[in-house]
């Protein structure tokens, strides 16, 4: 996959709410857990609340980034890891360089800091009585960088980009069974009609993700170089995997943001990324998660601490379905119910996280299924035997690029052996992991980032012909649940079926979900006004202390 979406991203941006209002309490959601029992096997899920394994050795981290109004101006400089040399300015690419979206750019729809979403460049939108047609009604007197105005022939335009094959977007394969973009209707410069395919209550949602940030019209060949968007930061250079730079864009309709300028640096080892936030050389580490050792020399430093943000990554262990022996949905049960999620927790996070349980979808999601399978490796043995694996080994691909990649991957290593299974842990090299390992090799480590609507979750992710489903799996029978879901109008009902969904994941699918991680940020003690949603930190407010 590509770096993008991954360090998702590929997950994208925020937590979903539904439009106009407040989502429904988290809940042990005992009626999603029978339905999907019911369906495929009650007796693979038990009702209970996904759960960390406690706290105790994460006291000595600070929960938030530190306090207090920035001060106007200042170059707030960011070391991320090299991405590929195809990177491109384009938000609809798999190649995007999504750290400079944000700044750049604004969507239709956002994800405010409460989870729900809110208006970006659209003001306001609704949908008809069958959810079959929206209506967005969208700002005035925005222009973009190169000072033309933004209209609805710009929307419509990044909506027709997404879904050109062209493009070959990520987002496309979510798009493309709702939108027709032939049918778009722009009828006048401050309205955009979307009519759908098919009903979707949650449509507006999908637009949060962020390969729908909004270009100007006919710059499809232009965009990936020129980065001309809305957002509160132009574009001063950009090199594909190397440094750039942003400066502040005075007429952004929000506001002047806090900062005068962003620079940008690659740094390939994460190593390297924290002696220089330590040294005071660079003033945020982007993408990669701390491990917890080098989170506490961070945090313990004159210069810089960390800033923590609750399970915004979810880490992975997939199984590639296409590829022996995981094309045998009973080897794939067996993979999961041999390891132990809270020892791979303990040992990959020391506890500064929360149990997966082989869901994806996050306890914090009004969504969530909070039913599970047990870790049983009797079970996973007797399973095994079954499918004439009884003496199972298996190589599982880790690298440097993420420091809790090789620890997942040991801790599992470990869990797996009580169940007869041997995994042999190899290390490739960071720079060719999303190009060489990655939807490559049958089993590997990686993660995402936590904050996509349900709906785009699992079927970005999970549908069969995806270009990010990273198992391979193909189900019809859970393609057809997932249409469903998305006609259906009432949120009750709704809320069922995705939990259905989520039993078929947990129990057909191939993909392993020890945990979700807090993410560690390093951030210089320097930086105020930082606070992230999903992947993205807020461009407009964030500044420097006495900058």
Not at 68 to 73: D, E, L, N, T, V
């Amino acid at each position: 996959m590509s770096d993008t979406d991954r360090r998702t991203d590929p997950g994208a941006a925020g937590r979903a709410g539904k439009p106009g209002a407040a989502g429904p309490p988290r809940r042990s959601l005992l009626t999603a857990a029978a339905a999907g029992g019911a369906a495929l096997g009650a007796s693979w899920l038990l009702t209970g609340c996904s759960g960390g394994a406690g706290s105790g050795a994460t006291g000595a981290l600070p929960e938030a980034a530190p306090a207090g109004k920035p001060a106007r101006g200042g170059t707030l400089r960011i070391a991320r890891p090299p991405a590929s040399e195809a990177e491109t300015l384009d938000p609809a690419s798999a190649l995007s360089a999504y750290e400079y979206l944000g700044a750049l750019y604004n969507r239709l729809v956002r994800v405010g800091p409460d989870g729900l979403l809110a208006p970006d460049l659209a003001e306001s939108w609704e949908p008809d009585d069958q959810a079959r047609t929206w209506t967005f009604r969208l700002r005035r007197g925005l222009t973009f960088h190169d000072g033309r105005a933004f209209t609805s022939a710009d929307a419509a335009y990044t909506l027709r980009h997404i879904l050109d094959a062209a493009t070959a977007s990520p987002q496309a394969a979510v798009l493309e069974p709702l939108v027709d973009p032939k049918t778009l209707r722009t009828p006048d410069a401050h309205t955009l009609v979307v009519p759908l395919k098919t009903p979707n209550a949650e449509f507006p949602s999908l637009l949060t993700h962020y390969n729908c940030y909004v270009i100007p019209d006919g710059s499809a060949r232009s965009i990936g170089r020129t980065g001309i968007g809305t957002g509160p930061f132009k574009l001063t250079s950009f090199t594909a995997a190397g440094p750039g730079r942003v400066t502040a864009y005075a007429g952004h309709w929000a506001g002047r943001p806090v900062l005068d300028a962003i620079d940008f640096y690659s740094v390939a080892d994460m190593q390297a990324r924290s002696n220089a936030l330590l040294a005071g050389q660079v003033d945020l580490l982007s993408q990669t998660n701390l491990d917890f050792a080098t989170a506490r020399v961070v945090a313990a430093s004159d210069r810089a601490t960390i800033a923590r943000v609750k399970d915004a990554q979810w880490y992975v262990l997939p199984m590639l379905t296409t590829e022996k022996p995981f094309t045998d949905v009973r080897v794939r049960q067996a993979m999961k119910l041999a390891y132990d999620p809270e020892h791979v927790l303990k040992v990959a996070l020391q506890g500064a996280g929360t149990l997966g349980w082989d869901n994806p979808v996050p306890p914090s999601d009004p969504n969530h299924l909070a039913g599970h399978p047990v870790h049983d490796p009797e079970q996973a043995r007797h399973l095994l035997k079954k499918a004439g694996h009884e003496r199972l080994a298996v190589d599982l691909y880790t690298s440097s690029y993420d420091p809790i990649f090789t620890p997942m991957a040991l801790a599992y290593q470990e869990s797996a052996r009580r169940a007869g299974i041997r995994i042999r842990v190899r290390t490739a090299s960071a720079d060719s992991y999303y190009t060489q390992i990655w939807m490559k090799k049958p089993l590997m480590a990686t993660y995402w980032f936590t904050g996509r609507p349900v709906d785009q979750l699992l079927n970005q992710v999970f549908r069969s012909g995806s270009g990010y489903n990273e198992t391979a799996w193909s189900d019809p029978a859970f393609d057809a649940l997932l249409d469903r879901a998305r006609r259906e109008t009432d949120d009750t009902r709704r809320r069922e079926l995705y939990g259905q969904a989520q039993t078929f994941v947990i129990e057909k699918g191939g993909a392993m979900t020890p945990m979700f991680a807090d993410r560690l940020v390093g951030i210089s003690r320097s930086v105020r006004g930082y606070a992230e949603h999903g992947f993205e930190f807020d461009y407009l407010g964030i500044g420097l202390k006495g900058a």
